[in-house]
């Protein structure tokens, strides 16, 4: 889970979006801070942008970077705090922002905002660094014992709500270690470096502080847990309300648990902060006390104004990470005696589960936040132990969910003890597909996934129904999707009135499910909106071109549409070209991620004139500093200029070519001085550089291209490891990634084009053991680059094993597909990204899985930019293919 998409579900029930769009928050008149419902101070220019609400007077000019102040508040006092600060800064002519509401405020401090930005409230910038001592001690007397979160950027001045760092104030941007824009500060030198914006004080190592602010310097250095009897070893866990660490009592040698609380941050639905859930918690633990299902409390201290709760140490492992580590699904062909062995498993570790909640629910306390990654499993997987009871509530009170993981997370009507009883009936059916996050969209879904379990493992209809009826359990229209007039369906042997819920063609039923995805994709446009076309993912909102981007906007939509064969969206290409004309500061030249990628989109739609003004503002560019892969560097770039100087005018032509030389030279400078890639693959990683020599030897004949391609391979190669079965992986962090976009099929794929122009005994190995990565029974995600969908695209594109056993995978990838898909205006569309809401983008959501299904069962073979289909193998005669063993079907 990626807790930072759940604040981009509050928006809009169906897809992503900002958070401070949310109809029912930050956007009604009403649910305004008072300064955010007038035009603000005659004169002063007032504007939005994002979550934040600027006022500037008129005539003043403040420094590009400098010291700039933040002040935090917290729910019950901002209303106070934000007006005295607006008449401060109004008085003394000072630019500022603020957020400008309620709800958005407290999303910005919930348990898993971003913890770099969370408490910022107010931004308040001096005029210059001479009156910064003024303005900052102004602040302080002005709000001396208010209260509001500690900013973790930012140093705190005295024991306020007043925060201060130096950063940017004008917007300017420079690459960042990964290639991506960011916002930048000049070093002495007049360069251009990242204005670093962590959960950490960071002061440049030129900036001197000044004198007035060393003794807060000195304060903050002087909090620790040196006074207390616990010595911490490592953390388990963050998020804005703070951490969770395991370490020892010094005193008995014990090991224990620390769970640490921010006041007034990490702020749960009911705006209880992390200091009061954590006391919930200990309230809870004293009601269960002499449980085995429960942990012990050993001790509550406080650390400057940190509250820590001291939990005995359970030992096991999370039921998340024994279900990853034993789920037969991963495998290609499971074995049935797997596949029994799982459900036989699933079956007692529901049991130990419902048991634990039982005895819970009978000494009064309802759970309210239960999911597998709270859910600890011993070493011999003979007992449960039920971690995490900060959003805990007596029986009786009938309080409603507050924290939620998206996969457990209750209907708005359940109350109390309903609340476990539904994570019971996710986890029924989680414990055999992990599918359940698909209930926040449409509950329906419970439908086909019970009828899946069925179909694949030796499960009765019978074991199901409760779980069933009780996610179904008063189904309304806003919970179902598209209205109807209900209907009785059979399910699994269930009878459950649900709303219609339209008939969907199967994803792998081309062209009926082109037809559908496409006008999917076209209902779902709003031309009407400045920062998107269509929904997709949050990465739409992370920068000025993320709606139009290739990767997760309408440049990426608009191309899926194209090369498919489905029908145009004129009004989406009127509304790119239109942004197009007139890019905003900080946009990416990248080719998913910025203008580079649109003006090669704009070419292949026709618009050539209309290209070929955003490539002579591209090449304008200084094409330096930035990362060498494909999605945002120098290999897409290259690329997308090569390609266009082929259409260009002759004077365009010369000009686009020369930049994609030198975009192609800083590739190679990056890979040959051994700088490493942040990330393997093709999208991250040396694959992408590689692509893009393998297309200069194509159009030059140059073999040193061809030799520096293999270079980068054996680079991208050298980052992978060997599975139990011999595999090759792709590993990154913790993880295995068997993905188009950063996983082993996008590696493989490069090695397909690489074989096509030269033989070779040791690409030739690693593609046959990179390949069994993509056969898997079961994949989490459908989208292109991290999902089913991309694997469906490698299979239809590569020659790497036998024909027939391709196309048998590719079609049950695609009833996996099936199995993924929801209606949107009773079409078919997908989720996004952690499955949380629908997404209409190339990168994660249904122009992905169009392209992808295009590329399987189109007769021209649908490709993605710069890997078009391989040619025709010769002729030669077939391998016999293995009787597959399957996954059981009944």
Request: charged share 20%.
């Amino acid at each position: 889970m990626n807790p930072e998409y759940a604040a981009y579900c509050e928006a809009d029930r169906v897809f992503y979006d900002a958070p401070h769009r949310s109809a029912a928050g930050p956007g009604a008149e009403g649910a305004l801070y008072g300064p955010a419902r007038g035009a603000g101070p005659d004169g002063w220019e007032r504007s939005r942008r994002g979550d934040w609400l600027s006022f500037s007077p008129p005539g003043v000019r403040v420094p590009a970077q400098g010291w700039k102040i933040h002040v935090s508040a917290a729910l019950d006092n901002a209303e106070s705090v934000l007006g005295r600060v607006v008449a401060f800064c109004v008085a003394r002519r000072l630019p500022f922002k603020f957020i400008p509401g309620p709800a958005l405020l407290r999303l910005r401090n919930a348990k898993y905002a971003d913890r770099a930005g969370s408490g910022k409230f107010i931004t308040v910038y001096p005029h210059s660094e001479e009156r910064f001592p003024e303005v900052c001690q102004g602040l302080m007397d002005l709000l001396a014992g208010e209260h509001g979160p500690y900013i973790l950027s930012d140093l705190r001045c005295g024991d306020g709500p007043v925060h201060v760092r130096y950063g940017a104030f004008a917007p300017r941007f420079c690459p960042g270690p990964d290639g991506r824009l960011v916002p930048a500060v000049a070093d002495p030198e007049g360069r251009l470096v990242p204005d670093a914006r962590g959960p950490a004080l960071n002061i440049p190592g030129w900036v001197t502080p000044p004198p007035f602010l060393l003794p807060h310097l000195e304060a903050r250095k002087a909090v620790g847990l040196a006074d207390v009897p616990y010595q911490v070893e490592g953390a388990l866990h963050f998020s804005n309300g703070g951490g969770v660490y395991v370490g020892r009592d010094t005193r008995t040698g014990e090991r224990v648990v620390l769970k640490e609380a921010r006041p007034y941050a990490g702020l749960a639905a009911d705006g209880a902060d992390a200091v009061a859930r954590l006391e919930r918690e200990r309230v809870a633990l004293d009601l269960l006390a002499g449980l085995e299902c429960v942990p012990d409390v050993r001790d509550v201290i406080d650390v400057g104004d940190h509250r820590f709760l001291v939990l005995q140490h359970v030992s096991g492992a999370t039921l998340n990470s024994v279900f990853a580590r034993r789920f037969p699904l991963s495998h290609a062909e499971p074995a049935p005696e797997l596949i029994a062995e799982h459900a036989a498993w699933a079956r007692k570790t529901y049991a130990l589960v419902e048991d634990a909640v039982r005895a819970v629910h009978a000494r009064g306390v309802v759970i309210s936040d239960l999911h597998m990654s709270n859910i600890m499993v011993s070493e011999d997987e003979s007992r449960v132990v039920l971690l995490d009871f900060e959003a805990a509530s007596r029986t009786q009170d009938q309080a409603r969910q507050i924290v939620a993981n998206p996969a457990f997370v209750a209907p708005s009507d359940r109350r109390g003890a309903d609340i476990d009883r539904y994570a019971l009936a996710c986890l029924r059916l989680a414990l055999y597909l992990p599918l359940t996050t698909h209930f926040a969209i449409d509950r329906r879904k419970a439908v086909g996934l019970a009828q899946e379990i069925t179909r694949i493992f030796p499960v009765t209809d019978a074991e199901l129904r409760p779980a069933v009826e009780e996610i179904l359990r008063e189904v309304t229209h806003e919970d179902g999707g598209a209205p109807g007039r209900g209907v009785t369906a059979q399910v699994s042997g269930v009878r459950a009135v649900l709303p219609d819920a339209p008939s969907l063609p199967a994803a792998g039923d081309w062209p009926h499910s082109r037809d559908s995805m496409a006008r999917a994709i076209i209902a779902s446009c709003t031309p009407e909106r400045e920062d998107r076309c269509f929904p997709g993912d949050i990465a739409q909102f992370a920068s000025p071109a993320g709606g139009q981007s290739f990767g997760y906007g309408a440049a990426g939509v608009l191309y899926a549409l194209h090369e498919t064969g489905a029908p145009s969206c004129p009004q989406a290409e009127q509304w790119l070209l239109a942004r197009a004309k007139d890019p905003a500061p900080g946009t990416p030249l990248g080719f998913y991620d910025g203008l580079t990628g649109i003006a090669w989109t704009l070419d292949r739609l026709g618009h050539r004139e209309q290209a070929a003004e955003l490539a002579r503002l591209i090449v304008r560019q200084p094409l330096q500093g930035l990362t060498a892969d494909l999605h945002s560097g120098y290999a897409g770039i290259a690329l997308a200029l090569d390609d266009l100087a082929r259409s260009a005018t002759a004077a365009d032509g010369t000009a686009l070519s020369r930049a994609a030389d030198h975009c192609t030279a800083l590739a190679v400078r990056t890979l040959t001085d051994g700088a490493p890639f942040p990330r393997t693959g093709l999208l991250h990683g040396a694959a992408g550089v590689a692509l893009l020599l393998l297309r200069r030897y194509g159009t030059t004949g140059d073999r040193q291209f061809l030799d520096l391609a293999a270079t980068a391979l054996r680079r991208d190669l050298a980052r992978c490891r060997e599975g139990a079965d011999g595999a090759l992986l792709v590993v990154e962090g913790a993880r295995t990634m068997p993905y188009l976009g950063a996983g082993s099929a996008g590696l493989a794929t490069v090695i397909d084009d690489y074989l096509e122009l030269r033989p070779d005994e040791e690409f030739e190995r690693a593609r046959a053991s990179l390949m069994p990565a993509s056969r898997s029974a079961f994949y989490v995600q459908p989208g292109l680059f991290r999902g089913v969908a991309g694997l469906i695209l490698h299979l239809a594109r590569t020659r790497a094993g036998g024909q027939a056993g391709r196309r048998r995978v590719i079609h049950r990838h695609a009833e996996l597909l099936s199995c993924h898909a929801m209606p949107y205006g009773g079409e078919l569309a997908f989720p996004g990204e952690q499955l949380m809401r629908l997404s209409m983008d190339l990168a994660t959501g249904t122009a992905g899985c169009l392209l992808a299904l295009g590329s399987a069962f189109a007769d021209t073979g649908a490709s993605l930019p710069f890997l078009p289909p391989l040619r025709p193998a010769p002729p030669h005669p077939a391998a016999p293919e293995p009787a597959p063993s399957g996954v059981v079907s009944k």
